[in-house]
């Protein structure tokens, strides 16, 4: 099915373990994004990647760090993670016409 | 930094009636906008978008209204349903176009509740 596919669903981490949240698009689609989601919030942009070989910052980058495989792949990882950093993760792609279904993260 | 903001965080209607979900934006730069909705445990849904060269586009049961003058941004539902119930986000982006796109800014949201 075409879409943003992101994985894993949900996942749980300790203080200071690392982990990459994955996101894959088939839509040919230049442009995708990771966004992160508070309860009670709107969405608030980490990284972004205009085009293939290209990433800028968002509004909230500082814990993230991300890669743009390729055309179809952009990854986020969180190199120390933090309880700050419970949240629920969105990847989208076109300027935010696709999003993925989300990654639920719990950092305790 | 800039932001985009809604008017009322909660909107409780009757099905059958219309619905009118209000943001407000604070980039004058800003030239797409978009509105999604958004059903518990799932992500983002598009709706519909409108440019700033336009006023109002029309989709099916929704309307967005654009007024650039005082930044403002409307999404109106029609004949509103039970199954519309969610929490509704606008969103601007200030370079949109072409097959690139930059930054896309949210909403705080609006969460409308229809009752049968």
């Known amino acids: 099915n075409a879409g943003v596919t992101q994985t894993p669903k949900f996942q749980v981490l300790k203080t200071g373990q690392s982990m990459t949240l994955q996101c894959a698009q088939d839509?040919?689609?230049?442009?995708m994004y990771w966004y992160r989601q508070d309860p009670g919030m709107g969405l608030r942009l980490i990284y972004y990647?205009?085009?293939?070989?290209?990433?800028d910052k968002g509004e909230v980058p500082n814990g993230y760090n991300v890669s743009r495989l390729n055309k179809r792949e952009f990854s986020l990882r969180l190199e120390s993670a933090a309880p700050s950093q419970t949240s629920v993760y969105f990847c989208?792609?076109?300027?935010?016409?696709?999003f993925g279904s989300g990654t639920r993260l719990t950092v305790v | 930094g800039e932001s985009v903001g809604l008017h009322l965080p909660t909107l409780s209607v009757q099905e059958g009636d219309n619905s009118i979900i209000n943001c407000a934006y604070s980039?004058?730069?800003?030239?797409?906008f978009i509105w999604y909705k958004q059903e518990s445990g799932k992500g983002p849904q598009f709706i519909i978008d409108?440019?700033?060269?336009?006023d109002k586009r029309q989709g099916q049961r929704v309307t967005v209204l654009l007024n650039k003058t005082v930044k403002h941004l409307s999404l109106q539902i029609a004949a509103t349903q039970p199954g519309d119930s969610a929490v509704y986000f606008c969103?601007?982006?200030?370079?949109?176009?072409?097959?690139?796109?930059?930054?896309?800014?949210f909403g705080q949201g609006t969460i409308l509740t229809v009752h049968p």
């Open positions: 989208a792609s076109l300027g935010g016409y696709t």
């Open positions: 839509m040919n689609h230049n442009s």
């Open positions: 990647s205009a085009s293939e070989g290209t990433t």
């Open positions: 980039n004058s730069a800003s030239d797409y």
């Open positions: 409108i440019r700033s060269n336009m």
């Open positions: 969103a601007e982006t200030a370079n949109a176009g072409g097959t690139s796109y930059g930054k896309l800014t």
